[in-house]
């Protein structure tokens, strides 16, 4: 099992950036595909990006690419996720999230087993 820790959200206006980092309680954090969801009231929880344990494939749902950037660093047990350009849309609450099992990387939010509680991201206009 592993024990995810979400920070970095905070209130920031239009066009500005924020880095969300998520802390992994195992030194296993390089057998897990890695996954950013995000939240808003009212609304299914949506697929944002996703990270092989590797770090060599990454997907993004469409309204963030170019703008977004999903990374990891292993040996620090820690996933990012820089997100520049913020639009109001964006705002949610954000969590990372890992998958043990899958082999491929997946934007499926039922193959990860693991999930952080979430950290807040206000965007203002």
């Known amino acids: 099992q592993v024990q995810l820790v979400e920070s970095g959200g905070g209130l920031v206006q239009a066009g500005g950036s924020l880095r969300l980092s998520c802390a992994a309680s195992?030194?296993?954090?390089?057998?897990?595909?890695m996954g950013w969801f995000r939240q808003t009231p009212g609304k299914e929880r949506e697929f944002v990006a996703a990270?092989?344990?590797?770090?060599?494939?990454?997907y993004y749902t469409d309204s963030v690419k170019g703008r977004f950037t999903i990374s990891r660093d292993n040996a620090e047990n820690t996933l990012y996720l820089q997100m520049n350009s913020l639009k109001p849309v964006d705002t949610a609450v954000y969590y990372c999230?890992?998958?043990?099992?899958?082999?491929?990387?997946?934007?499926?939010?039922?193959?990860?087993?693991?999930w952080g509680q979430g950290t807040q991201v206000t965007v203002s206009s």
């Open positions: 999230a890992a998958d043990w099992v899958s082999e491929r990387l997946s934007v499926d939010e039922g193959f990860y087993d693991y």
């Open positions: 195992r030194r296993t954090f390089s057998s897990y595909n």
């Open positions: 990270i092989s344990r590797t770090g060599d494939i990454v």
